[in-house]
């Protein structure tokens, strides 16, 4: 019988990974070695995930049921690469899917003869490969003769994730560099005649389509297209017109990439040549010039329908930056050309019109600089002298750099002899204005002759804003990266934060039974030992609290604050922790028209302490720290998340210190859990790890100004609050201590952690429960469908693989009306009040377990003290706990 594909939230929650394991991950996913990629991968991934064999595989060309490998782990060893078919393998990938797994009995699925079942598969897990448009481009395959139940869920989703984005990201860049290297090789070897002949038998060889087009756009005939190149069943035509009305490159000219993949024909009727070429899919990206202006189109068309669409962007994007390359030197040249023949027509006419070398030495948009053969100023025109802010009188028989730095004037001359030797010449560099303002500059040297003698002419081009969108992209590019990395680290700290909370309830149980069992046998020794051990679990509960805090901040009680008096809070709490040689600044008195903000005074009071203690040790022994509070402006982006500030009203909290100051690879880091730059022993690296995950919890951003040795400002925005943004609810006092009765019931516990899992059962019978365990939620919910066994209470963790917590309440409601239900969980901020409601859900506590609340919340619903109800229920929380009541 064939077992069906299962979703990864199945699977059982285990220990997590151990650190060289995390360690192994990191390097193979950093790995610089291209040709050893994906084989680094595989070997590293089969290791993490202790299978026996991984595949990365991609789709053959135009086909999406045959795949080759890229690289293959079996046994621990790399074996050679081969070709398979989705038949093969036994499945095909679910649209909308990214993780498919058949975690046991999936040999009968594979195909007689496969290379899988020849090896003995069992089990598989499966990444959809796709590129960064979408597009499917293979699998990320892992395969074991083992059941796949022994890895538990956060890490298989995780890793399989993590390698196969790695994989995906390095495929694209192979067929990148591929497409680069093929255009260059056939650019390079073409002739000036032949160029755009390459060009399109190139591009329809790498995308496998019957027509490739080159086509250029004269300003003479706007309603057609000048074809420069036409490749199409093998040969090439050139140097012909068609109009553009009724084709599908009239809507690329002048605008975007355009794909249709296909029924062509029914969208353009009227394009005769496309009908009796019989061609079904199009796409085609526009040709534009440096200065923004369109020059053409590059299009392809296919008597098949067209896949893979997004490679078909990126590739006609690669060639249509090299074929308007070639356009634009077509239209230089050309230029040239013309320029040159007025110039030799000039000679022979002895000159006879100044004026008119003067209307067309000014009429160009670029300044222009005319200098001899001892690089002395001849002429300069017009746009020269807007451009500069010098006039012609002022340079005309200068033999040096005027409006160029002077650090150029070296390079600039080397260029100058080689354009007098015949050579065009190209330079970035920067124009400087007579007033000092600077541009970026493109100065391009063309050799000419000038009244019979060599002249070189220097075409200036102002490409500042070129310059300034290639900075703006390199920016967006290094925010997302910081995004994607914060995001990531958050997932992996949330993962271990989940695991350590299991280990401290069982341990922080046991040592309070112990207490117990210590102060009735009056041992005052022991009693000792034990508390020493239950502050160190607290200790190691505190850093539990400070990793959840980073990756799923957990709602306090938050209320309307006033900005002034929060801060003068931190300040008072700061003071006997700073020497007296560290002096400090406030603002008291321009905060009193501040609005307030909406947070929770401890958790923000946290945030503004740990900045103020760096900045403490920043200084070292002398300095001053500057905490000032107002009204904020938004711009720029945050520096933890890189988020673009958005607009409405923000108060801004900013501390700054005159002391050592950071680099930019310390700031790009200092978010990091674990990561400081303090001596061993001063810091755990969670400060601002923590402050990051409590401002962005309650809707702010963190902004950082640095430079070595210049101290540093860090300023947190909040966003403004409103006097019905107060939340309603005030926090309920703990009840007060009762005797300890003993306890009387049949409790239904269910838990799928052992050691958790053995400590509650000792727990609740030692106060006298009668404790009825299942591990597996689904049994749990059989149980519990099944009439006859009576039960006083259902208490259950809510992650568990199969089912979570919530959901058996929600099964025990319909099966057991009025059956009390208790569900802990190590992060209850995922879980709204109106979820527990809905699921009949009587008290909520988090891990790691007081139980103390929990004894008392036994109590309190053993009695009849607590019933859920409905929607719209009041919520307390006090000491780790919510009741609906």
Known sequence: MKTPAQDFSVLPARAAQPADALRRAAAALAHPIHDELFAVLARELAALLDVALVVVAVFAEDSHDKLRTMAVSLDGRPRPNFGFSLEDLGCAPEPGHAHQLFPSGFHDRLGRGSLFARVRMDSLASFQLADSAGEPLGLLLAMDRRPLDHRPLEDLEATMSLFGTRACAEIERQRTEAALRAVALAVSAAGSGTVFDELVRLLATILHVDVAVVARHEPDQPDGLRVLALYCDGHVSRDFSYPLAGTPCGTVLGQHFRAYPRNLQARFPDDKELVELGCQGYAGHPLTALDGTSIGILSVASRRPLTQVGRLRATLKIFAVRAAAEVERLRASEAQKRAMEDLRQRERELQRSEEQYRTIFNASIDAMVLRDAQFRIVDVNATYEAMTGYSRSDVIGADRVVANPEQAGAAIRRLH?????????????????????????????????????????????????????????????????????????????????????????????????????????????????????????????????????????????????????????????????????????????????????????????????????????????????????????????????????????????????????????????????????????????????????????????????????????????????????????????????????????????????????????????????????????????????????????????????????????????????????????????????????????????????????????????????????????????????????
């Not at 904020?632 to 801004?652: D, E, K, P």
């Not at 755990?684 to 402050?691: E, N, S």
């Not at 925005?717 to 019905?724: H, K």
């Not at 006298?768 to 009439?787: H, K, N, W």
């Open 417 to 885: 002899e080689r354009a007098l030797n015949g050579e065009t010449v190209l330079l970035d560099t920067q124009l400087v204005r007579r007033d000092g303002h600077r541009y970026e500059l493109e100065l391009r040297g063309v050799p000419i002759l000038h009244r019979g003698q060599p002249h070189v002419l220097y075409v200036g081009r102002d490409v500042t804003q070129r310059v300034a969108a290639e900075q703006r992209r390199a920016e967006l590019e290094r925010q997302l990266r910081q995004a994607q990395k914060m995001e990531a680290i958050g997932q992996l700290t949330g993962g271990l934060a989940h695991d350590f909370n299991n280990i401290l309830t069982s341990v922080l149980g046991y040592i309070g039974m112990g207490q117990e069992r210590a102060a009735t046998a009056a041992d005052p020794q022991l009693a000792r030992q034990l508390e020493q051990a239950r502050l160190s679990a607290e200790r190691a509960r505190e850093h539990v609290a400070q990793l959840l805090s980073f990756s799923r901040p957990r709602r306090g009680e938050r209320k309307l604050l006033d900005p002034g008096q929060i801060a003068a809070e931190v300040l008072q709490l700061l003071r006997p922790n700073l020497p007296t040689s560290i002096a400090v600044d406030c603002n008291p008195d321009s905060v009193a028209a501040l609005p307030p903000v909406v947070a929770d005074p401890v958790q923000f009071e946290q945030v503004l302490l740990n900045l103020c203690l760096n900045a403490r040790d920043a200084i070292g022994e002398h300095g001053t720290i500057q905490v000032h509070t107002g009204h904020a402006v938004a711009a720029g982006h945050c520096a933890s998340c890189s988020a673009r500030l958005g607009a409405g009203r923000w108060v801004f909290f900013e501390v700054t210190d005159d002391g050592v100051g950071m680099s930019r690879e310390v700031i790009d880091r200092m978010f990091e859990p674990f990561f400081t730059t303090k001596d061993v022993g001063r810091g755990t690296g969670m400060g601002l790890a923590m402050v990051h995950g409590i401002v962005h919890d309650h809707g702010g951003h963190l902004q950082v100004r640095s430079a070595p040795g210049r101290g540093s400002t860090f300023r947190v925005l909040l966003p403004a609050g409103e006097q019905d943004e107060a939340d309603a609810q005030q926090p309920v006092a703990p009840p007060a201590p009762r005797i300890a009765a003993p306890l009387r019931g049949r409790v239904l516990l269910v838990e799928d952690e052992p050691t958790v899992s053995a400590f509650m059962q000792e727990l609740l019978s030692g106060w006298g429960l009668e404790v009825v365990l299942e591990r597996d939620p689904l049994s749990a919910a059989r149980r519990l469908a099944t009439p006859g066994e009576l039960f006083s209470l259902l208490l259950t963790d809510q992650t568990m693989p199969g089912m979570t917590g919530l959901a058996l309440a929600r099964h025990a409601a319909r099966h057991r009306p009025g059956l009390p239900v208790l569900l802990y969980t190590g992060n209850a901020s995922d879980i709204g009040e109106r979820e527990l409601s809905d699921c009949g859900v009587a008290g909520l506590l988090r891990k790691p377990i007081d139980s103390a609340v929990l004894r008392s919340l036994l109590r309190d619903v053993l009695a009849g003290d607590a019933h859920p109800i409905a929607a719209h229920a009041d919520c307390s929380r006090a000491h780790g706990v919510t009741t609906l009541q």
